[in-house]
């Protein structure tokens, strides 16, 4: 049983303990950063990414992608997890070539699951304004109206088990992706 709070009068009190639980929250410590000038130093939050295991290097075959939500469970943290059979930027294995991203097109927000062009390596057209996604470039625009590389989801491997850490590039209708709308 937890002990009770200090709250404000109109909303019920919450723990922050709870708080996290319930939402799943990512890890977010307090650091402190010594900056030339100041007297004393400066506390600043930093808000870690989840270290979730996302699947096995043994069971990827070449261009079949294989589905994952990251860094939450919402319906915008969709990802894609391949192997590209060339190797890419931020790749992993042996031959540095599975990668993952988020699927949804960085524009305006277009489902590109399913759009896995195998030829290319590449992630498109997106379906509302045809934008295409390099997946051995982090992601970087081919074509269409796209202007921002669509989120790669950082990996790590440990034995066979593959691990999402981190994200390079905000996902769609995010401030902050590890902070959910949705
Ligand atoms: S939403 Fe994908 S190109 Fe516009």
Known sequence: MERDHACGRLNPCISRRTLLKGSGAALVSTIF???????????????????????TLSSLQVNQPQFFNYPDDTPSA???????????????????????????????????????QKEDQALGP?????????????????????????????????????????????IFGRYDNLVSQA
């Open 78 to 116: 969709v990802s894609m997890l391949v192997k590209l059979g060339v190797p890419a930027g931020g790749g992993i294995g042996p031959e540095q070539d599975v990668v993952a991203f988020n699927t949804l097109c960085p524009h305006m927000g277009g489902p590109l699951m399913g759009m896995y």
């Open 33 to 55: 950063l010594s900056i030339p000038g100041l007297k004393q130093a400066v506390a600043a939050q930093v808000a870690r990414y989840p270290r979730k295991k996302i699947g």
């Open 126 to 170: 997106c379906p509302f304004h045809q934008s295409t996604f390099d997946l051995t470039k982090h992601g970087m625009v081919i074509s269409g109206h796209a202007t921002e590389s669509l989120p790669q989801v950082l990996l790590e491997l440990d034995g066979d088990d593959i691990y999402a850490v981190g994200m390079i590039g905000l």
